[in-house]
């Protein structure tokens, strides 16, 4: 994997960038950068992701419009659209003269572009078509499609199959989730249709964004370039389609937070949205900056992560963005963490930190990686017993549940 940096000869200046490779299961290491330096970006990426859930939630919650989810997400897009178009100057004549003597880059075709577009677009809709006929528990124990999912993608587009021991990380983190979340869940078909869906086209999303920076031989922070202007123009498609599904209320309990009755004669539709959400003095317009701010870090991070992981190491990372997701909802929003939940999210996290670390030592990419004997010997004496342990654990309490002899 190589590594795109600023230099004297070249006006861009991308602080990460890094090009995608064949994805033969590439996990947390590459051969020129430390697995550690891709881990600071992996935990960036969670955090961040957690923070825009928890600033969303506070945002819409005040809003109580649906329509308004749309005009967040444009916001997003606008904030993207700036930071990438800012820092990425000069990466025209970056891509017509390489600095690094590889082959020269192109732009990602119109096709590609438009696929990646819908991919994502669509990932975000059926998301938040989740969140309004499910619950939120439901909402992120669905996050769990998307481990048989990055399974199949894996098979289908790289022929990669898992080992035991792998399979065994990723029960663990399954039955730990279920655990979590069952007590709160609440399943209807339609919330789990757009579930499905939603973590399908997320994933899909990042087998195209791999296949887009290998195929034009360009950075994450360079396809952004070229994708983030179509992304802004189908937000606002999204945006004004959302607004016309599901219209304002003018009365009832809507119409006291982010639509005023007494104003929405005059500035009605799109526009009195966005009038009673920023020039009433009603609506925290702090949260909206801090969402957008993370917004961009957090596609940002997703889309460098998403050109460096492989489509199952992805997978596993939603499962540790929802760990955090929960945790951070608990502290903010003050809301009961039952000894229950506190367990299962522990038993989530073993697994899902055994499952990267094991994906970081595998013996074909150890030597790249740079990783020493004793860690490999360690990976291959300690983590079977450690992961028998936890499934052990897992099964002690399933029996107990099962029993009903609940502690």
Not at 65 to 93: D, E, W
Not at 138 to 154: E, K, T
């Amino acid at each position: 994997m190589s590594a795109s940096q600023s230099s004297s000869s070249a006006p861009v200046s991308v602080s990460v960038s890094v090009k995608a490779q064949d994805d033969k299961g590439v996990g947390l290491g590459s051969g020129e950068r430390p697995w550690t330096y891709t881990l600071g970006i992996v935990s960036a990426n969670v955090a961040a992701s957690a923070g825009v859930v928890v600033a969303n939630k506070v945002v819409l919650a005040k809003a109580s419009y649906p329509g308004f989810a749309g005009l967040l997400l444009v916001l997003h897009q606008l904030c993207v659209l700036g930071f990438v178009r800012t820092t990425n100057k000069g990466v025209t004549s970056e891509m017509r003269n390489p600095t690094d003597g590889s082959r020269p880059s192109k732009p990602p075709s119109i096709l590609w572009n438009l696929g990646m577009n819908f991919c994502s677009g669509l990932s975000v809709f059926t998301s938040n078509l989740t969140l309004l006929f499910c619950s939120v528990a439901f909402h992120q124990l669905s996050r769990l499609f998307a481990l048989p999912i990055g399974v199949a993608f894996d098979y289908v587009f790289y022929r990669k199959s898992r080992s035991t021991i792998e399979c065994m990380c990723l029960a663990i983190i399954a039955y730990s989730f279920v655990s979590a979340s069952q007590a709160d869940a609440t399943v209807t078909v339609f919330g789990a249709i757009f579930a499905f869906t939603s973590i399908a086209m997320s994933q899909l999303n990042a087998v195209v964004v791999k296949h887009i920076c290998k195929d034009c031989n360009i950075t994450s922070n360079t396809m952004l370039y070229y994708t983030v202007p179509i992304s802004l123009i189908t937000g606002t498609m999204t945006w004004v389609i959302c607004d016309r599904l599901f219209p304002p209320k003018t009365s009832g309990p809507a119409s006291t937070s982010i639509m005023d009755p007494d104003t929405d004669s005059a500035h009605s539709g799109l526009l009195g949205v966005v009038h009673n959400a920023f020039f009433s003095g009603n609506f925290p317009t702090t949260y909206v900056f801090l969402s957008c701010v993370l917004a961009m870090s957090t596609q940002l991070l997703s889309t460098l992560v998403a050109s460096i992981c492989s489509s199952l190491m992805y997978a596993v990372l939603s499962q540790a963005k929802t760990v955090a997701t929960l945790l951070l909802g608990a502290v903010v929003f003050s809301s009961e963490f039952s000894s229950r939940q506190a367990f299962s999210s522990s038993m989530c996290l073993l697994g899902s930190m055994c499952y990267a670390f094991i994906d970081v030592t595998a013996p074909d990419k150890a030597q790249a990686a740079g990783i020493g004997d004793a860690t490999m010997r360690f990976r291959a004496k300690q983590m079977p017993r450690i992961v028998f342990a936890l499934l052990a654990v897992c099964a002690c309490d399933l029996f107990i549940r099962v029993t009903g002899t609940n502690a």
